[in-house]
């Protein structure tokens, strides 16, 4: 199987073409597709290791994310421009969703967080709540979970 990576996964066509204009994104969405089916293919036929495949296709992926992780906040400012909620763009439906938040509460005991996070939903509206003998429950302490980007591809 004597390919070598650098010979057939050779990624120089996507750089050369590459070109930072949507009409052009699209373009190599379908070149970056059709390199992959070569890679496959190459496999398939025995001209390439299957092992050295995939783990070139995690590196591509492992890459990839780092991109996405740069291009987030960006991604969900742009988004937000928008004002529906389902938003149909480059072949996608894209939706800013908030995380899960999280609550922490001041003791353990099970049967007593939900008076807290009770608590915090009631200091929210300028108000708090106490036990049966009168005493103050202190609030939950809440953390909002951060915004994501939801995408369908259509």
């Known amino acids: ?14 750089e050369e073409t590459a070109d930072t204009t949507p009409t052009n994104l699209t373009l190599n969405k379908a070149l ?17 290791n299957p092992l050295e495949a995939y783990i070139f296709l995690n590196w591509m992926m492992k890459v990839a994310d780092a991109a996405k992780a740069q291009l987030k906040e960006e991604a969900i400012e742009e988004a937000e421009k928008h004002s529906e909620k389902d938003i149909k763009v480059y072949d996608a439906t894209v939706t800013v969703k908030n995380g899960a938040g999280r609550y922490s509460y001041p003791d353990y005991i099970k049967d007593l967080q939900e008076q807290h996070k009770l608590a915090y939903q009631a ?11 009168g005493t103050v429950i202190e609030p939950a302490k809440y953390s909002p979970g951060s915004q994501t980007l939801s995408i369908k591809f259509l």
Not at 7 to 14: S, V
Request: charge should be negative; charged fraction near 35%.
């Open 1 to 14: 199987m004597g390919a070598n990576s650098r010979d057939f996964l050779d990624m120089r066509e996507l």
């Open 32 to 48: 970056l597709n059709t390199r992959v089916q070569q890679i496959k293919q190459e496999v398939d036929e025995g001209r390439v």
């Open 123 to 133: 200091a929210q509206k300028g108000q708090t709540i106490t036990d049966e003998e």
